[in-house]
């Protein structure tokens, strides 16, 4: 399995951007708990968005809540972040992660990330 991330960049405060995760390895992730982190320039991560193992439900960090929207195609091979009324301190690395529900070892697979910066 392998996740790549795209779409970051440099945007000013109140714009948006949208991410997508690539995933492959598979023919499907529909049932895969894929979701978005973020490592900020303070070197912490955090969970910012995600779906749940049956799909059905997606789960926001607290920071992002009505900002962000997590989405995917039916097989989640791809997996989207719409992240709107950027702020600066949402600046970071983000990365995608790929739980497989066969095991209960947490995210088994993370991708390299795409950077985002917004301007003040």
């Known amino acids: 399995v392998q996740l790549q991330a795209s779409g970051g960049g440099l945007v000013q405060a109140g714009g948006s951007l949208r991410l997508s995760c690539a995933a492959s390895g598979r023919s499907s992730f529909r049932h895969w708990r894929m979701s978005w982190f973020r490592r900020t320039p303070r070197q912490e991560r955090e969970f910012v968005a995600g779906f749940s193992k049956d799909g059905d439900f997606r789960n926001y960090g607290d920071s992002v809540k009505g900002r962000f929207t997590i989405s995917g195609d039916n097989d989640r091979n791809t997996v989207y972040l719409q992240m709107n009324s950027l702020q600066p301190e949402d600046t970071a690395l983000y990365f995608c992660?790929?739980?497989?529900?066969?095991?209960?070892?947490?995210?088994?697979?993370w991708g390299r990330g795409t950077q985002v910066t917004v301007s003040s």
């Open positions: 992660a790929a739980d497989d529900p066969s095991n209960n070892l947490g995210y088994d697979y």
